[in-house]
């Protein structure tokens, strides 16, 4: 949709303060945007969807594409259980697939959800996180960093909404031997944060949370990544 209508459905249905915080956190990711301006599809889900903050989480987006182009219903991804049916399966399994085989982000939202699903199911099923770093991440060379952000990004954004254990799944990532595997995830973490619509100190509480607890060279790349992300005012903090 325009810019004009977005904005103008934003002032419509929430206060001055949360209609801030959707500007800021919606245009952070490329496939949210993606999905925002096309209207056919992101109009039915801005004027059905409940006025709160939570709701327009990238998660809870991509679980509405899913819900639409599947007929499937799931109440709640962050149920510790998910009965998926036969066909959905088949086709996160190929979303999948697809990223491994190209090396390419998801070419849409949707695709995006797909993946973040697939990597909760691995969750569930297997109990744990532990390995899926090794698993999905690509270490070939100093290019590959940017290769990993831009496949995981929205997958990871939507994954905070799908998983009650994001910061065990966070622990799998720094807690890593390897090196290559704790950089890369950085700025994958803060692209998670700051495309998730949350108010500002509880942003700046999460940011906080996982970041203090990381080594200083760390700690200085994040920083250096929040500048990158044109978050200057977080840099501060």
């Not at 992101?42 to 939570?54: I, K, M, V, Y």
């Not at 639409?68 to 036969?86: H, V, Y």
Request: aromatic fraction near 12%.
């Amino acid at each position: 949709m325009s810019l004009t209508v977005w904005l103008d459905l934003i002032r419509q249905e929430f206060s001055p303060e949360d209609g801030q915080t959707l500007v800021k956190s919606l245009p952070q990711d490329p496939l949210v945007w993606q999905f925002l301006q096309d209207e056919k599809i992101s109009l039915p889900f801005f004027t059905n969807a409940p006025s709160d903050l939570c709701n327009y989480a990238p998660g809870k987006m991509a679980a509405w594409l899913i819900e639409q182009k599947t007929g499937s219903s799931f109440a709640d991804f962050s149920q510790n259980e998910i009965t998926l049916p036969t066909e959905l399966k088949t086709a996160v399994a190929q979303a999948l697939e697809t990223v491994f085989h190209t090396g390419l982000p998801p070419a849409d939202l949707y695709t995006a959800g797909l993946i973040a699903l697939t990597l909760h199911e691995r969750r569930l099923r297997k109990g744990t996180w532990e390995g899926l770093s090794e698993e999905i991440f690509i270490l070939r060379n100093p290019k590959s960093n940017i290769k990993n952000y831009r496949i995981w990004q929205t997958p990871f954004a939507c994954l905070f909404s799908y998983c009650q254990d994001f910061n065990d799944l966070t622990d799998e990532f720094f807690s890593s031997s390897s090196e290559s595997i704790r950089k890369a995830f950085i700025p994958i973490l803060l692209h998670t944060l700051i495309s998730n619509p949350m108010r500002p100190e509880q942003l700046i509480g999460q940011l906080f949370e996982f970041i203090k607890p990381l080594p200083i060279d760390s700690q200085l790349e994040s920083l250096h990544w929040l500048g990158d992300f044109n978050q200057e005012q977080l840099q501060n903090k």
